[in-house]
């Protein structure tokens, strides 16, 4: 059974700081990995997927890869601003059509 | 392009009753998946719908289950309401079958009193 784990489960960092999230998965034989993000109350609004064929993906300040081997994924936030404030999400897609296994969240917050 | 919409935003039920969530995916997407999110269980699934389908089902008790429509729209619907159903249900609509990207509404946040 996969399971996924983001650590730490909450971040503070100053505006403008370069920040990078974790997420790391037990079984490696995953189809895709994907990043979200969740504003308080709020649905989840999808940032970046990364086949797993694929190392990285890019969009604009941010950059997710993916290493299966080692069963990790990073969201990478460049120069963060008060708006990245919110609960970042990650999810292991399998071989089980659309069905997606998320960590836990890492709760952002960026101050001015 | 509409996105994935939930109704109703907001529920409010009394234990023992029953309740239905309706959730309308992206134009042309076919796959329909269901979330539980709970403080204490996080993110869970509940079940996928692909072309009026069942194909996956989480684990969760039998007063969980839903349908999909033709038109792809889908409804999940639990009975005998329990405290402990109270949660935001999320619904996510993905185009096709396998490997492709989920888009999640705004989600229904249930209250069980």
């Known amino acids: 059974k996969q399971e996924v784990t983001q650590i730490p489960a909450a971040l503070s960092v100053p505006e403008g700081e370069n920040l990078v999230l974790n997420c790391s998965f037990t079984?490696?034989?995953?189809?895709?990995l994907q990043w979200f993000r969740q504003d308080p109350g709020k649905g989840l609004t999808s940032l970046l997927l990364i086949q797993s064929s694929q190392r990285e993906q890019t969009s604009g300040r941010l950059n997710a890869s993916l290493d299966k081997s080692s069963g990790r994924s990073t969201l990478y936030i460049a120069a963060s601003q008060p708006g990245d404030s919110a609960t970042y999400l990650c999810?292991?897609?399998?071989?089980?059509?659309?069905?997606?296994?998320f960590g836990g969240g890492t709760r952002l917050m960026v101050k001015p | 392009k509409a996105g994935v919409t939930q109704t109703p935003r907001y529920l409010i039920k009394t234990r023992g009753q029953q309740v239905t969530l309706s959730c309308s995916p992206i134009?042309?997407?076919?796959?329909v998946s269901w979330y539980q999110q709970t403080p204490g269980q996080g993110l869970q699934f509940l079940f996928e719908?692909?072309?009026?389908?069942?194909?996956n089902k989480g684990n969760f008790p039998g007063r969980f289950s839903g349908r999909q429509f033709s038109n792809s729209r889908s409804e999940m619907n639990v009975s005998t309401l329990e405290l402990g159903d109270s949660a935001l249900y999320l619904c996510?609509?993905?185009?096709?079958?396998?490997?492709?990207?989920?888009?999640f509404g705004q989600g229904t946040r249930l209250t069980v009193v």
């Open positions: 079984d490696s034989a995953i189809y895709n």
């Open positions: 996510a609509s993905s185009v096709g079958w396998g490997r492709t990207e989920a888009f």
């Open positions: 999810a292991s897609g399998g071989n089980a059509g659309n069905m997606l296994t």
């Open positions: 134009s042309g997407h076919r796959s």
């Open positions: 719908y692909f072309s009026e389908t069942q194909r």
